[in-house]
């Protein structure tokens, strides 16, 4: 039973526009939520994340939007360039016995901006 | 880069061999994970190591088993490989609780993996 999911394997859009990036889990009791970016051949690369106690955070053209009530995640990208191109994770974080916290990943969307 | 290192980079192997993956943390990471990635599939924990003890334990199969040592490196031991078990595998690290970073007690700084094909 997945507990995150990333329903779009892949995701297209035109350079200079939004990349609209969409993640859904199952359990309330997470408490951060991490975006990870992998390139091909690299291991993926922590981009950003939001505390359950916020609903948006930004960083340059990144932001990520989290609706608690609806379990939704997204990833905004403005403007998209051709260097995002790479698969995007979701992660949630939650605790995994005692004190001790482990994410879980969804399996990614392959974002793809066209020059 | 990361500063997580991960050897070999490739590896390929027959069914029924047993193998041997490295990683080495980032420097002043006590934390380390282990992931794989099948074809299609997102990341799937397979076992952290804190310090040198087995901290928490994920989708990781009986053949499967891992250490980490003394100076925080960690190996993952594959043995009686299948076909099936042909994918990449992931070390990542964290740094110590209270680390400055914000977050920090659960970013995970990752490798670039070793692809494992058995044939």
């Known amino acids: 039973d997945q507990q995150v999911k990333q329903n779009s394997p892949s995701l297209s859009v035109q350079e200079g526009r939004i990349s609209i990036l969409n993640c859904d889990y199952t359990?309330?009791?997470?408490?951060?939520f991490l975006w990870y970016k992998k390139y091909p051949a690299e291991g993926p690369t922590f981009l950003i994340s939001?505390?359950?106690?916020?609903d948006k955070n930004e960083d340059g053209r990144f932001t990520v939007f989290l609706n608690k009530s609806a379990k939704h995640l997204s990833l905004h990208i403005v403007p998209s360039q051709p260097g995002d191109s790479a698969v995007y994770f979701c992660?949630?974080?939650?605790?995994?016995?005692?004190?001790?916290?482990?994410?879980?990943f969804g399996k990614g969307t392959l974002l793809t901006v066209n020059p | 880069d990361s500063g997580v290192t991960q050897t070999p980079k490739h590896l390929i192997t027959a069914t029924g061999q047993r193998v041997t993956l490295r990683c080495s943390p980032r420097s002043g990471d006590l934390s380390v994970y282990w992931y794989q990635q099948s074809l299609d599939q997102g990341l799937q924990f397979l076992i952290q190591?804190?310090?040198?003890?087995?901290?928490a334990k994920g989708n990781i199969l009986e053949r499967f088993s891992a250490q980490q040592f003394p100076d925080l490196h960690s190996e993952l031991n594959l043995s009686s490989l299948e076909l099936g078990d042909s994918a990449l595998y992931f070390c990542?690290?964290?740094?110590?609780?209270?680390?400055?970073?914000?977050?920090?007690?659960?970013?995970?700084?990752f490798g670039a993996g070793t692809r494992l094909s058995v044939l």
């Open positions: 190591y804190y310090n040198g003890e087995e901290r």
């Open positions: 939001i505390s359950s106690i916020k």
């Open positions: 359990n309330s009791m997470f408490d951060y």
């Open positions: 992660a949630v974080r939650g605790l995994s016995g005692g004190s001790n916290y482990k994410l879980t």
């Open positions: 990542a690290s964290s740094p110590p609780s209270g680390t400055s970073g914000g977050l920090a007690k659960n970013i995970q700084y």
